[in-house]
């Protein structure tokens, strides 16, 4: 069975940072481009960072909000994929999802996790 558990949310204070884990079971992830999305409340789901297969990440294509603050990272030795986060404003807000997505010949074989929250207030 596989699955994606997510972890290190919770209630921070403006300015301060967080680490998002990702814990893959029951999949190789080091063959997989994985990603973190999140949701606010009202929102719709957004792409915040993507790592490849090869190490390589969409940095260009983060959103301008969490540039220069979040940066992703995977340990493939541990199945794991992290998401730094510093500067953490209100807006970042959120259930913070992970995806892995593996494109193959016969199609395409994608995982999402429960979420985590992560809330930002004084």
């Known amino acids: 069975q596989v699955q994606l558990v997510e972890s290190g949310g919770g209630l921070v204070q403006p300015g301060r940072s967080l680490r998002l884990s990702c814990e893959a079971t029951?999949?190789?992830?080091?063959?997989?481009?994985m990603g973190w999305y999140r949701q606010a409340p009202g929102k719709q789901r957004e792409l915040v960072a993507q790592?490849?297969?090869?190490?390589?990440?969409?940095?260009?294509d983060y959103p301008d909000s969490v540039k220069g603050r979040f940066t992703i990272s995977r340990d493939n030795a541990k199945n794991t994929m992290y998401l730094q986060m510093n500067s953490l404003k209100p807006e970042d807000t959120a259930v913070y999802h992970c995806?892995?997505?593996?494109?193959?010949?016969?199609?395409?074989?994608?995982?999402w996790g429960q979420g985590t929250q992560v809330t930002v207030s004084s």
């Open positions: 790592i490849m297969s090869d190490g390589s990440t969409n940095y260009p």
């Open positions: 029951g999949i190789d992830s080091s063959l997989y481009d």
């Open positions: 995806n892995a997505r593996l494109q193959w010949s016969a199609g395409i074989d994608e995982y």
